[in-house]
């Protein structure tokens, strides 16, 4: 088997530097405040759906200040709906009136986004729903909200989905034309059949020509898995992976996303949110398995991040800023240091450096199999306090009245302070010898 990480098409130096995103679903469902499905799953036609649009005015709205947000929080790209599922566009499209601009908000909502995303030095990434609940053309399936309605079947016969499929590839050359360079999309999502409902995929989408398109504007894009022919980034949802992910035998370039609690549009009623400690834990143990992470929050609207997400977003920050570059440019470490018990490794190839996250501060030392002889220095990084360490092979004895158990030759032991240093996941740095 080979170990390589797959080529991607598109560039994913910086991707697979910077590790850490963020993921916006901003839209109209933010006003019925109870997911992103709602008007599927209350089966809700798109006149009553209308009522949003007619009132969608994120007066709070400030961009700026999201982006201070996830900068602090160590985030170094972005990830936003322009448009979901709903088929609400945040952007000024020419191709249908569907749009910021038609609501009171009365402007292009994306643009001022992306600039001051980029004002913070971070990437953009759009998402597109491939789905569409409000396009004319678009046809019933399994996930559209009138797909138990008989009178919408009939209709359904007579829509041409041609032109819907027109309209997307139309949306993405104005998503890939208007706004600079975009640095990654991220197409969501194909499905199949379902109670005798066809299913969409990479021939309604058009998938082939879509690259096609997307590579000779954008060359350097990097796009995701779910246009159904393969793709840059391999992007597992709400599911932490157990091991590097690999398709078809290879490592590839991966992104997991998640939600802060368990919806990605906001979701006012919705308790059970993520502690500190959990999200850096997901953080750590993805790099740890050489992947990225895209966390999501979901405006409400007003156009303000949940205080739920602010105080998490706030958290993390807290820890990145002491524990960052044990993420940043890191990736999994070498088959031949195994991770201890309670602990995760991540590696950074270019410093030559190991971190050992140590999820569960133990009793005075770890145990690192594999490492004698390998380390010159360690210390702690939230203060960069030495951590001394003991080498090699030693007896299992009671010599002195006390029993001490016998270590390997391999194991290189560290003496920890009995107290947990002030972070939520500590971390050891070790600063490896360069001939290992
Ligand atoms: C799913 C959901 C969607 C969400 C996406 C994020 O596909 O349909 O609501 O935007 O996951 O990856």
Redesign the pocket.
Known sequence: MNDDIAVTTGDSSWFTNDRFGLFI?WGLYAMGARH??LQSRERMSPERYAKYFRRFDPDLYDPRLWAKLAADAGMKYMVV?TK??EGFCLWDSELTDYKATRTPAGRDLLAPMVDAFRERDMRIGFYYSLIDWHHPHYTIDPKHPLRFDPQFAEESKKRDFARYREYLHGQTRELLTRFGPIDLMFF??SFPEENGLPGKGKDDWGSEELVRTIRSLQPRILLNDRLQVGGDITTP?QYMPKEWVRVGGRRVVWET?HTFSGS?GYYRDEESWKSVETLVKMLIDTVSKGGNLLLNVGPNARGELDPRAVERLEGIGRWMRLHSRSIYGCTAAPDSFPAPADCRLTYNPATNRMYVHVFSWPFKNIHLQGFAGKVEYAQLLNDGSEIKFKEGASESSMADGAYREGRDASTLTLSLPVKKPDAVVPVIELFLKSEV
């Open positions: 679903h992103e499905w709906t979901h599922h969501d999502f949802e996303c990605w």
